[in-house]
């Protein structure tokens, strides 16, 4: 199947609405508004449940998330770009405001609030993002490139 040209097709995210989407402490989806449905192209009770990666596109660096994540378990909030995936392979960008939600001073669960991203902003990105994700793919391949005399030297090593 070929969904390449699919991801090419861009949904707007307009200024006057919100995306709005609450998630447990794993990341898992327990709140999604009908903005989010619309935007994402699912339904908030596809969504619910789900793990927030269910939006996460390939054109996402691993090493955001990592960033995001241990932002949220040092206690702050995190802010950011994020290219996302619809249910129909296209695409939406948003600025993400992520931040923890607090019961009687524990927390519960995440909160996201979205915004739209400037046409500057998301060219910016997305070519920040290629370069990061390439030195990523990168560094993960170097194991393919050893010889068999490294490959064996490694192997005694783990
Ligand atoms: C409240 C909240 C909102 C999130 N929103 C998104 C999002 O819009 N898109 C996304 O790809 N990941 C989002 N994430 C991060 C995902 O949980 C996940 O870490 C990410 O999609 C990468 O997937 P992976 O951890 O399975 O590699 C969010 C996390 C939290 C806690």
């Known amino acids: 199947m070929d969904t390449s ?3 090419f097709i861009e949904t707007e995210v307009p200024e006057n609405e919100l995306i709005i ?3 447990d402490l ?3 989806i327990t709140h999604a508004n009908e903005t989010f449905a619309k935007i994402s192209g699912y339904e908030v009770d596809e969504l619910v449940g789900k793990p927030h990666s269910i939006v996460r596109h390939p054109d996402m660096p691993k090493s955001v998330f990592k960033e995001l994540w241990s932002t949220l378990k040092s206690g702050k909030s995190w802010q950011g770009y994020i290219k996302n995936r619809r249910k129909d392979n296209g695409y939406y960008w948003v600025h993400a405001d992520i931040s923890g939600v607090y019961k009687d001073g524990a927390l519960v669960e995440y909160k996201a609030l979205r915004s739209p991203v400037d046409r500057e902003t998301k060219i ?3 070519n920040h993002y290629d370069v990061l994700r390439k030195a990523e793919e990168k560094s993960s391949r170097v194991v393919l490139y050893l010889t068999d005399e490294q490959l064996e030297a490694v192997a005694k090593i783990i």
Do not use: A, L, P, V
């Open 21 to 23: 989407s609450r998630t």
């Open 5 to 7: 040209f699919d991801m």
């Open 124 to 126: 910016k990105m997305q």
């Open 26 to 28: 794993g990341g898992r």
